[in-house]
């Protein structure tokens, strides 16, 4: 099991940086690797709403159903997969002054035996640059909703 963590601090009030990250829409424009992130349930937000999502990691195609399981509007989304590629990714929005800090977590399991470590060669160094373009994207796009 891989584990990344990131904090980010941006000069947006929580409510705009939470609707951002809360709309399907933007997560294949700020998430890196993401090229793919549709509903698949009539909820496109909070509880038990679920997506397909698609996501480029080098020369791999990785897919995944993901399902909201925690969800408190401006204060935390958590996704967890249900099918395909095993990730939790848990987003929490923290007031910090006049602005947000965000802190991500994404967890990952890879499958064991030969499969799993090829898979890790390539998921392992991604992982770090995915945190940092997706921090980038962040702060570059939220920060016009000020």
Known sequence: MGTVRH??????????????????????????????FVPVTAATEGLGSQFAVTMKVGPKTLRSTVETVDWVENELIRLESVEGFSAHTTW??????????????????????????????????????AVRQTDKNLVEQVSRLA
């Open 7 to 36: 904090s980010s601090s941006l000069e947006v009030p929580r409510h705009r940086v939470f609707a951002y990250i809360n709309d399907h829409q933007n997560v294949p424009n700020f998430f890196f690797g993401v090229s793919s």
């Open 92 to 129: 929490n929005f923290i007031d910090v002054g006049v602005g947000t800090q965000v802190d991500v977590e994404f967890v990952y399991t890879l499958p064991g035996g030969l499969a799993g470590r090829a898979l890790g060669t390539v998921v392992e160094p991604f992982a770090g640059q």
